[in-house]
């Protein structure tokens, strides 16, 4: 009999830290001008990002993707207009927290989006996030396992044939984020913070590898594996 394994190979990442619409209604029978406009936009780096670093913005996730729309960037929320383009490069001179507001505009209306982005000092002493790993010595077969920095999670089960199609299983993965360095002996660790899905925007902020899908210095995850 064929027998069933599973493998879960994951990357973990440990992170130390609506649009308006506009336009007009002609009739209940015609469209709105400018109804599907979104801006939607968000940048690199993401988080712990020092004064003079350079920031790079990006709106073309904004609505409608048809080659229609024109970008206005307001990067400190005073209501001027910094830049032009669908995507943009900054820096910030001094520490401190600023909005950034995107609008988009395809003629007939405009729509905007505004975020915070958070400025630390230029000599801000930065923290090193370690995920941990888990790697075990081989497979199901027996054969040996690769190693790495990362959690490596095999599920075996003899008894399940290969074309049962009910088969579900799961397992529990054990993160733990204790070797992360505060990255001076005069700072301490206070906060841990995991995004278990670095390709998933679960708070919805235009962002996907800064969600706060758990806490902890350590956390057992159990939907690890289905």
Wanted: some cysteine; aromatic content about 8%.
């Amino acid at each position: 009999m064929r027998t069933y394994s599973g493998l879960l190979a994951t990357l973990f990442s440990l992170l130390m830290f609506s649009s308006a619409l506009s336009g007009c209604i002609f009739s209940d029978d015609s469209p709105e001008p400018g109804s599907d406009l979104e801006a939607i936009f968000n940048w690199s780096p993401t988080t712990s990002i020092q004064a003079g670093t350079d920031v790079t913005f990006n709106g073309s996730s904004s609505l409608p993707q048809d080659g229609s729309l024109t970008y206005r960037w307001d990067f400190n929320g005073d209501g001027s207009n910094d830049a032009s383009g669908q995507e943009k490069t900054t820096s910030y001179a001094s520490e401190g927290t600023y909005q950034v507001i995107l609008t988009v505009t395809d003629g007939l209306g405009e729509a905007s989006s505004t975020k915070e982005i958070i400025i630390l000092a230029k000599n801000a002493v930065l923290p090193t996030a370690d995920t941990g790993s888990e790697n075990p010595d081989s497979d199901c077969q027996g054969n040996e396992a690769p190693s790495g920095n990362f959690y490596l999670i095999y599920i075996c089960e003899p008894e399940k044939s290969s074309n049962d199609r009910n088969t579900r299983v799961t397992t529990t993965v054990n993160l733990d984020g204790s070797a992360s360095d505060p990255g001076s002996t005069n700072h301490y660790m206070t906060d841990w913070v995991w995004d278990l899905n670095t390709n998933i925007d679960s708070d919805g902020n235009g962002i996907e590898d800064d969600d706060v899908d758990e806490t902890g210095e350590v956390h057992e995850w159990k939907d690890g594996a289905r």
